[in-house]
């Protein structure tokens, strides 16, 4: 407390939402990710008026803030890597209000993903992006990290949902970006550069969001495959049939054997990949349109196909891919969840590769995910209490950035960058293009106050480090 | 510091990966609004601590606020076991924090004493009576004596229900044969609390049984089942009062095959189903927890199992159910409360919403911590309120006393009532079908 910001601070807020105790400090000093580090305050900011005197006192005595949602993040995004003061977003849900003839919804930074979504249902709408999270997870957070999910398929992502945003930049004046438009093409696009920007260039303080007509009914299938190449030559042939699922799933052989040993729920161990497929639509074509795949699919080779007849039997179909995650921290219990991306095309090749490094570096590897978008999830089974073991984790996890950049892919399809990934950045943009974003963030943060420490490499930053301390 | 390690399941906080989806289902974090009183940040302490990062005062406030509902280990994606993280840190508090001398004596008095203790609580049931009979109620509720006692306990007294006569109390029966064909025989837990407070629901527990066709043997001997040391971290005392518990079961069915144990409190039943996991230093004593612990069930799955009564007088009224959280969370026994309730004729049921998140009463967290308690109270009572139930049913006598309490705090005892699912049921006139009847 002796210095003096913290005591400008203190005068700002309520002494509730101004947390300076060890215990509190402990609290927000982590992340979903790896590692700790403490923050000296943490404020829980409710309105616009007071992110702006944080930053502007912030600024001034170059004091680093980190925005924080409710800390899901899988790369880092709220962590407090330079100590200074964790920005609590998480409190702020007042305004959640849905414009039905627009086709909008206007919200807080704090407000849960999933709210909105049970909102606009209420008028029968939808807001589509649905990280698995975004029953904990605040929008403010999705925004910051550009979010996806299993219906990123069909649907797109955080940033092709969002009109408009209000945003107080790092020196603490109040913007407005785009509208509530679905078309604007007035000037540059700073409602895309601030959605995916981590926190680094703005704390986004209320967001207009893009709605659409809620589908009215969903039918899911299983497919089994003898063998993972045939599985992505379904997701192919399905895609170029004139038939856009909402979701496709995979579940390669070792997470199927992990769900088996948990909860044996019968499914079949020696096949090498299950599919799970969800379509979307009116009852009448969805019927026309699951037969179309079935047949499809079956044509291409799979050994097995289950339509769901009913929700419960739809909801068995995807409680196999639900059970993944408990099943395989059975082993052993850290989880590095990765999520390099690459081009449709390449999924079996990148499946291949998995396995070669998996071989090569001897750890427990599962890969599961959003294949239908080239978003595999490969998950590393580890324990980070043995230091050996870390850094062969550490060395498969390079491996895996650099062939899915090799692959035309990139680094991260739905986590972000943050701290994790930051040294692989060139490797994928180039001197030029990293040059060119940290420009960007020169002219938004000339301080460099806000978010320090994400997605560009710090000086002599060049492998992933998972240890702690 | 391996010891601390030890007995703090520090091994155990490695299951949790902060993924944080336990952050919407934990009443104190939505009530006290910040990450430090939630699951995953109190692991996360615990850690710290574990790992000589933190010292033990960085644990004492959010252990101690945490109500120990166990609703975060339902929906942790990776079965982290919270209910034991959250007893290891209670343990090292407990021995390791400096207490007042006045503080040492009252909880060994209450802890050694008072509920391990049959006579001790017959003696709180019948002074409680006497207090109640005897007009004293009145008077010190009018001359406002009651408030002066320190924990609020007046606002608690105020609630209790009209307890039986001591000579009621000694004459209930070791031994009640069902009066129609005998399907199975069960022994009864008492419970400290249920026996002392709410010695009628137990009477009717035992009624019941015997109408659904059991022969109720309630065991001489048995004593507190323990959760309430337990959470206050006095492992050990909990563990010589399961060890009298299994004895007492043992003796009174001595060489004769018992179908069920039965219990009417969530609570006790969620630490009597948790028995075979204290002795794994005691082979012995873990055989005979296990065996005790397979045969113990909460009186709705008793009477879903057995399936032989059938209710002849129609309730009339909205009920709404609250569930009990160790019963959910940590018993899993989700369905059978609620199908023998929708079995009573007449009764409206409506699903109250959040009707799985804890009450706030959580074991003596409402006498400890009666601030943040009234305040997931009052949020609960919001939502008792929008079902529109003139009936409001809990499984657990802490549950029903809080609920009790909520009523009251929002005055609304003239048109709403709690009751314990087994007064519920006593009221609809249960008879036993007839054997032919049950096969047909």
Redesign the interface.
């Known amino acids: 407390m002796d210095e003096v910001w913290m005591k400008e601070l203190k005068q700002i807020f309520h002494p ?1 939402r101004f ?1 300076t105790d ?3 400090l ?7 990710s790896f590692g700790n580090h403490l923050p000296q305050a943490v404020v ?1 900011v409710k309105d616009v008026s007071e992110v702006i005197a944080v930053l502007k006192l912030a600024n001034e005595y170059r004091v680093p803030v980190y925005p924080r949602g ?3 993040s899988l790369s880092g995004g709220p962590l407090p890597v330079k100590g200074g003061i964790v920005m ?1 977003l998480s ?1 702020w849900r007042e305004i959640l209000e849905i414009d039905p003839d627009d086709l909008v919804a206007i919200v807080s930074p704090g407000v ?1 993903t999933s709210d909105i979504n049970k909102a606009a249902e209420k008028y029968g709408l939808m807001y589509p992006p649905d990280p698995s ?1 975004s ?3 605040t929008i403010g957070g999705n925004l910051a990290e550009n979010s996806g999910g299993p219906r990123g398929l069909k649907y797109g992502v955080t940033k092709d949902y969002v009109l408009g945003l209000e945003v107080v930049t790092p020196e603490g004046d109040l913007i407005r970006t785009g509208g509530r438009t679905m078309k604007n093409v007035t000037g540059y696009d700073l409602t895309k550069l601030i959605v995916g920007s981590e926190g680094t260039l703005g704390v986004i303080t209320e967001a207009i969001l893009k709605l659409i007509p809620k589908p009215p009914a969903t039918r899911t299938m299983m497919a089994v495959f003898d063998d993972l190449v045939t599985s992505g030559k379904a997701i192919s042939k399905v895609l170029t049939s004139g038939i856009l699922p909402a979701k496709i799933e995979l579940m390669d052989q070792a997470s199927i054997v992990a769900v088996e040993l948990y909860r044996p729920i019968g499914l079949p161990v020696d096949a090498e990949a299950i599919l799970l497929i969800e379509l979307d639509g009116h009852e009448e074509t969805l019927k026309k349109e699951m037969g179309e795949t079935e047949r499809i699919i079956r044509e291409v080779g799979a050994r097995e196909t289950v339509v769901a007849q009913t929700r419960e039997e739809a909801d068995q179909l995807w409680l196999a891919r639900k059970l993944v ?2 099943a395989i ?1 059975k082993v052993k ?3 590095v969840s990765e999520d390099a991306t690459v081009p449709r095309s390449k999924i079996p090749e990148m499946i291949d590769r998995l396995k070669q490094i998996k071989e090569k570096y001897d750890i427990h590897l599962v890969v599961f995910g959003h294949a239908g978008d080239g978003n595999l999830h490969p998950n590393i089974i580890c ?3 043995d230091t050996e073991e870390m850094i062969r984790v550490e060395q498969a996890v390079g491996e895996i950035f650099t062939t899915a950049i090799d692959l035309g892919g990139t680094l991260s399809g739905e986590h972000g960058i943050g701290t994790m990934k930051a040294p692989f950045m060139e490797k994928e943009l180039g001197p030029l293009g990293l040059e060119m974003m940290n420009r960007i963030k020169g002219a938004w943060d000339p301080n460099n106050i806000l978010n320090p420490g994400k997605i560009f490499p710090e000086p002599g930053q060049d492998s992933l480090v998972l240890r702690n301390g | 510091m391996k010891d601390r390690q030890k007995k703090i399941h520090y091994e155990k906080t ?2 949790c ?5 336990c ?2 289902a934990c009443p104190t974090y939505e009530s006290m ?4 009183h ?1 699951p ?2 109190r692991i ?2 615990i850690k ?1 601590f574990a790992e000589g ?2 010292d033990i005062e ?2 004492q ?2 252990i101690d606020k945490c109500l120990g509902c166990n609703a975060c280990s339902t929906v942790c ?3 982290v076991q919270y209910g034991k993280i959250l007893e290891g840190a209670k343990q090292v508090l407990d021995e390791q924090k400096p207490k007042t001398k006045i503080q040492k004596v009252v909880e060994k008095l209450i802890f050694e004493q008072v509920f391990p203790s049959k006579a001790w609580m017959n003696t709180i049931g019948h002074a409680s009576w006497f207090y109640q009979k005897s007009g004293l109620q009145t008077l010190g509720r009018m001359t406002g004596l009651t408030k002066a006692a320190p924990l609020h306990l007046e606002q608690f007294e105020q609630i209790l229900p009209d307890l039986p006569s001591p000579v009621e109390r000694m004459h209930r029966p070791k031994v009640v044969k069902t009066a129609g064909q005998r399907r199975a025989k069960v022994g009864f837990f008492t419970g400290c609390i249920m026996d002392s407070l709410f010695f009628g629901i137990n009477a009717k527990t035992i009624d019941l049984l015997a109408r659904a066709g059991a022969d109720v043997v309630i065991p001489d001997g048995q004593t507190c089942c323990g959760a309430l040391h337990a959470h206050s971290g006095k492992q050990g005392i909990s563990k010589e009062l399961a060890k009298k518990n299994i004895k007492a079961f043992e003796k009174a069915f001595e060489g004769e095959d018992v179908d069920y144990i039965v219990i009417n409190a969530g609570g006790c039943g969620a630490r009597l189903i948790e028995y075979g996991e204290l002795f794994e230093d005691e082979p012995d004593w873990q055989e005979r927890a296990e065996g005790f612990v397979a045969r113990t069930k909460d009186i709705s799955e008793v009477l879903v199992e057995l399936d032989t009564l059938t209710f002849t007088k129609p309730v009339k009224e909205v009920v709404t159910y609250q569930s009990s959280c160790h019963m959910l969370n940590v018993q899993h026994v989700v369905e059978p409360p609620l199908r023998v309730l929708k079995s009573i004729p007449g009764i409206v049921y409506r699903e109250m919403e959040g009707s799985e998140r804890c009450c706030g009463s959580a074991g003596i967290y409402n006498i400890l911590q009666f601030d943040e308690s009234m305040k997931i109270l009052d949020h609960k009572m919001d939502k008792v309120k929008m079902t529109g139930a003139h009936t409001l049913v809990t499984t657990n006598p802490g549950c029903l006393l809080q609920m009790k309490l909520g009523i009251k705090r929002e005055c609304l005892e003239e048109r709403m009532r709690a009751v314990h699912l087994v007064e519920l049921l006593s009221e609809a006139r249960p008879l036993g079908r007839p054997e032919s009847e049950k096969d047909r």
């Not at chain 1, 402990?26 to 979903?32: L, Q």
């Not at chain 2, 990966?17 to 989806?21: D, N």
């Not at chain 2, 609004?33 to 430090?36: A, D, G, S, Y």
């Open positions: 509730g947390l060890l215990p509190d402990h609290s927000f000093s982590y992340d979903a829980q409710q800390g899901t609590d409190r849960l999270s029953h904990v997870s995650s408990p921290v219990p850290t989880k324990d980070q209490r | 490695f299951d990966v902060q993924c944080g989806y952050l919407p609004k910040k990450e430090t939630s995953r940040g996360h302490l710290q990062k933190v960085a644990l406030e959010p994606p990776t079965n």
